[in-house]
């Protein structure tokens, strides 16, 4: 019988024969003698291989699908007492991308931005995270100082600050589809900062005298096996009296005040930092730094790179610092 009279009575002879299956082992249990095209399913990897002479390769177009999250570093906030809050590193989530064996993918995690400690130089800004190609969130928007007025521009904006005179100062730009604008600051006797966008809302702004307004709250993702929420925006400053303005949900410090410093955002969050307040150090805080997560189907891990856990369903691959992804 011909080959080609095989393969078609593999697929026509039994309803119980639907397909051809290789051979399965384990890396450690692979052939130990191979012949030149053996091909089998390697259960470690979760991979058809096949011997090309020299070594055990993936088949080049057995692709596969992963989840990712990538959240930037936070900015930093405004200082010299009625700093706008830092706004939070850009938040972005995608499903089913398709990636390839033995790839290796470039994995940034962006750093958190410094708080302003000058008057007339903002916060600055956090740094872009990126998952190879395929995604780079922006980092967040430096708040404003006493002297700039407006806060940066960013994954999401920082917040505006208050100054002697002139009318409100506004927050700067959040990037669409990652974050949002920074609040307002208000310019008036105790002069007030605006807060941090956030990647669920904008910072807040403020029209009362001693109150500054809150950082934006960010949003929550269940890429880790837990509901976990990043990028939240800072709090602003006051320049003297009034209280503590909230960091957003999602790791944005609050904002300094009369008796008490500006605080920093969370660590792995992409959280801005609290705008520098009268009364304690005026400085504004830092942003907190980013992560990357990228999750696929599996109980086996197929990928190296990060943090790894298994739970769920899925074996997930967490970044806290830069490195690579080899699918």
Do not use: K
């Not at 007492?81 to 939070?88: I, P, V, Y």
């Not at 990636?99 to 872009?128: E, I, L, Q, R």
């Not at 708040?143 to 005179?165: I, L, P, V």
């Not at 856990?309 to 997930?316: A, D």
């Amino acid at each position: 019988m011909t080959f080609a009279a095989n393969l078609a009575s593999l697929a026509t002879t039994s309803a119980n024969v639907a397909s051809f299956i290789p051979p399965s082992w384990t890396t450690a249990g692979r052939p130990s003698n191979p012949g030149n095209g053996q091909v089998g399913w390697n259960s470690t990897l979760g991979q058809l291989e096949v011997w090309n002479g020299v070594s055990w390769q993936a088949v080049a177009s057995q692709t596969y699908l992963v989840n990712y999250l990538t959240v930037a570093g936070g900015g930093g906030g405004g200082g010299s007492g009625q700093g706008g809050g830092g706004g939070a590193g850009g938040f972005l989530t995608g499903s089913s991308v398709s990636v390839s064996p033995g790839t290796a993918y470039t994995v940034t995690v962006g750093s958190g931005g410094a708080g302003s400690s000058t008057s007339g130089v903002n916060g600055t800004s956090g740094s872009n995270s990126l998952f190879g190609a395929i995604a780079t969130a922006i980092g967040g928007g430096g708040g404003a100082t006493y002297t700039t007025a407006t806060g940066s521009s960013g994954g999401s904006g920082g917040g505006g600050s208050g100054t002697n005179s002139g009318t409100n100062n506004p927050g700067g730009a959040g990037t669409s589809g990652q974050g949002n604008t920074g609040g307002n600051g208000y310019v008036s006797s105790l002069r007030v900062g605006g807060g941090g966008g956030g990647a669920g809302a904008v910072g807040a702004s403020t029209i009362t005298d001693g109150v500054a307004g809150a950082g934006g709250a960010g949003l929550a993702s269940t890429i880790t096996g837990s509901s976990v929420n990043y990028a939240g925006g800072g709090g602003g400053g006051t320049n003297s009296g009034g209280s503590a303005a909230a960091g957003g949900l999602g790791g944005g410090g609050s904002g300094g005040y009369t008796s008490g410093n500006a605080v920093s955002g969370t660590t792995n969050t992409g959280g801005g930092g609290g705008g520098g307040g009268g009364g304690g150090t005026t400085n504004g805080a830092s942003g907190g730094s980013g992560i990357v997560v990228v999750a696929y189907i599996g109980t086996v891990a197929r990928a190296t790179g990060g943090t790894i856990t298994i739970t769920g369903g899925y074996v997930i691959h967490t970044f806290t610092s830069s490195g690579t992804y080899t699918a």
